[in-house]
């Protein structure tokens, strides 16, 4: 640009000779119009602040996080430990389960079947307890069903005195069985003469109906009989001899006579995958009868076949107190649990006919779950084994 001619006086004189000008504004207005500029924070203020927050939160956490990395890691080397063990246990279990069902010929890999799954009591297994059998009528009334538990005895009480506080362990319905015990009544022991005293209140239940009566007096002898030596049965109405029923009229006394020759029959309890081995209401003549009526449910009473056809038996002898069944050749004997029953359905009939022991001759395998089929077998002890708390 080139550089002004006027100099600064001459300017001022200039200025001097132009006319006035006057603003009416208020000086309040002219202040408010004015563009006023923020002020600008100082750019490391933010930045400061962000870092001192990190600093405070990084010593208030990281101690927390130490301990609760240290809680984890010992939760998870306990967890580790205990799932190794739990691993190795059952490692063992599993080996000593496939190591005895390896000797089963023809039995399938996947088949588990150990002492639990059968449903007798067998006389090695009671150690120092007491057995103990009560008949359970079943939730239609129509059978009565033997469950035997196991119970550590009180030496200074007899077997009746056991046997009656131990009917408060049973648990009839979560059994699938009708709810009966305990018996209304107060028990006592004769021993001058052999017999059982069972006084009944005078409001007692047990002679409402035929079936409430029969199944009173069947209980009673069973019970009586299955777990003592005593022939007679006295009845008592609230302390005076004979109890009134329909159907028997005044009854005084009972005769306990064990019966025997039942044949022995499948008992599943609607909606249960229990099964019960029960004997039936009839008694045979002998023991290849009972075999021959073990092919055949009994739809009547509820009852189903227990002599199933994996269990084919061609020939049955007998010789003093011992049992020989013979099987059919190359008969295909599966090892599941309903061949398992249908040996031990066996066992308690061939019991029932004053059998000890069974042997089995031909047959396809060795170990039918829990039984070895090569040795000579003693009837069980008890049937329907449960356990009690």
Not at 22 to 51: C, E, M, T, V
């Amino acid at each position: 640009m080139k550089k002004s001619e006027w100099s600064d006086k001459q300017l001022e004189e200039l200025l001097r000779q132009m006319p006035q000008i006057h603003d009416d504004r208020n000086p309040r207005d002219i202040y408010q119009n004015l563009p006023i500029k923020k002020r600008k924070r100082p750019s490391w203020l933010i930045p400061g602040f962000a870092a001192a927050a990190a600093l405070l939160l990084f010593f208030l956490l990281v101690p927390k996080m130490l301990n609760g990395t240290q809680n984890s890691f010992d939760s998870a080397k306990q967890e580790d430990s205990s799932s190794e063990a739990k691993i190795s246990k059952s490692d063992d279990h599993s080996s000593l389960l496939m190591k005895k069902e390896d000797s089963i010929s023809g039995s399938e890999p996947e088949m588990r079947i150990t002492e639990m799954n059968k449903t007798s009591l067998l006389d090695d297994e009671v150690g120092d307890g007491t057995v103990i059998t009560y008949w359970i009528p079943d939730s239609q009334a129509q059978n009565l069903v033997p469950i035997s538990i196991v119970i550590t005895p009180d030496d200074n009480k007899n077997w009746l005195t056991n046997f009656t506080e131990s009917m408060e362990l049973l648990n009839e319905e979560e059994w699938g069985l009708s709810d009966y015990y305990p018996v209304n009544a107060k028990f006592e022991l004769d021993n001058t003469k052999n017999a059982v005293i069972v006084d009944v209140p005078k409001n007692h239940q047990y002679g409402q109906g035929s079936t409430a009566e029969i199944n009173f007096i069947t209980t009673l002898k069973n019970n009586i009989a299955s777990n003592s030596n005593v022939n007679k049965i006295m009845l008592k109405t609230d302390g005076q001899p004979g109890i009134e029923l329909g159907n028997y009229g005044v009854l005084e006394e009972i005769e306990v006579k064990p019966e025997g020759k039942h044949a022995y029959f499948f008992y599943k309890p609607d909606g249960m995958d229990t099964t019960y081995l029960v004997p039936s209401i009839d008694t045979y003549q002998d023991i290849n009868a009972a075999f021959e009526a073990m092919k055949t449910d009994h739809q009547e009473l509820g009852l189903t076949a227990s002599l199933v056809p994996s269990f084919p038996i061609k020939e049955v002898t007998t010789k003093e107190n011992k049992l020989i069944i013979t099987l059919e050749e190359n008969a295909a004997m599966e090892n599941n649990l309903e061949t398992v029953y249908s040996y031990e359905a066996i066992l308690l009939t061939a019991k029932d006919f004053g059998i000890d022991t069974i042997t089995i001759l031909n047959a396809p395998i060795q170990l039918l779950g829990p039984f070895d089929l090569t040795q000579e077998m003693k009837v069980p002890l008890a049937p329907n084994l449960r356990q009690i708390h």
